[in-house]
């Protein structure tokens, strides 16, 4: 902080911070911002993914992490000694890491299957909308589908751009994300950020009324439950 903000006399913030979401903004006013990125993204991987893991290696050459099966509150599997689960694959860096996987016996294969876009897919089903249901049964590409529907135009004409940024929109609506928290994201203003998730209700207003609709029940009973009964308990959603 003190060279970046003193010594070179970059553009400073109200908490000298130096966090990675800060320093992005930087980039363009000096080159050593984009090493420090690189050392932070190297160290973590170094620290986390190496010489992280080395300990846990066994005599057998294998690393046998522990599957949390009650552990979560939301119900899904967690691991630790190590964490397994958390190596990105966002990067090539992060890639190289996951080659470090592997059996040696050459008769087994690891099999990696994924539902096509199950959380939307579920989201259509709970929110009852049936313009997402329509587009489902229809076989058609949910997020180009909402692109075109937000840019007015057809779905044969919905750049690649568009479609990520729609995907955008609609996985970050249903976790919540802010008009902020969007424009980072898609590297635009917050005011554009607003208007892609005001017209996305607009398009699938099923989809508002059921987010609200859970929000008042949760606040009312202190949990929620899924379609088959499963409750979650969230006592501090009344918290001040």
Do not use: W
């Not at 980039?27 to 190496?50: A, G, N, Q």
């Not at 998730?197 to 929000?215: A, C, F, N, Q, W």
């Amino acid at each position: 902080a003190n060279v970046l903000y003193n010594e070179l006399g970059l553009k400073d913030n109200k908490k000298h911070s130096t966090s990675v979401e800060y320093l992005v903004e930087l980039k363009k006013d000096h080159p050593i911002i984009e090493c420090i990125l690189m050392y932070r993204k190297y160290s973590k991987i170094l620290s986390t993914y190496v010489d992280g893991f080395i300990p846990y290696i066994e005599n057998d050459n294998k690393i046998h992490a522990t599957f949390n099966q009650a552990l979560t509150t939301t119900g899904r599997l967690s691991s630790r000694e190590p964490n397994l689960q958390n190596i990105s694959i966002r990067d090539e860096e992060g890639k190289l890491v996951r080659r470090c996987f592997f059996d040696d016996n050459p008769t087994l294969n690891i099999l990696s299957l994924d539902y096509s876009q199950i959380e939307l897919r579920i989201l259509a089903d709970i929110a009852n909308s049936q313009t997402m249901i329509e587009t489902f049964n229809n076989g058609e590409d949910i997020h180009a589908k909402v692109a075109s529907d937000i840019h007015n135009k057809d779905i044969k004409d919905v750049t690649k751009e568009e479609r990520s940024a729609a995907k955008s929109v609609i996985f970050g609506i249903v976790y919540g994300i802010s008009g902020f928290g969007l424009g980072e994201n898609l590297h635009i203003s917050k005011n554009d950020a607003d208007k892609f998730i005001k017209k996305y209700y607009e398009l699938y207003p099923e989809v508002k009324t059921y987010m609200e609709s859970e929000i008042n029940f949760a606040k009312e009973n202190g949990f929620i439950e899924t379609k088959y009964g499963r409750k979650r308990y969230i006592s501090e959603i009344n918290d001040a």
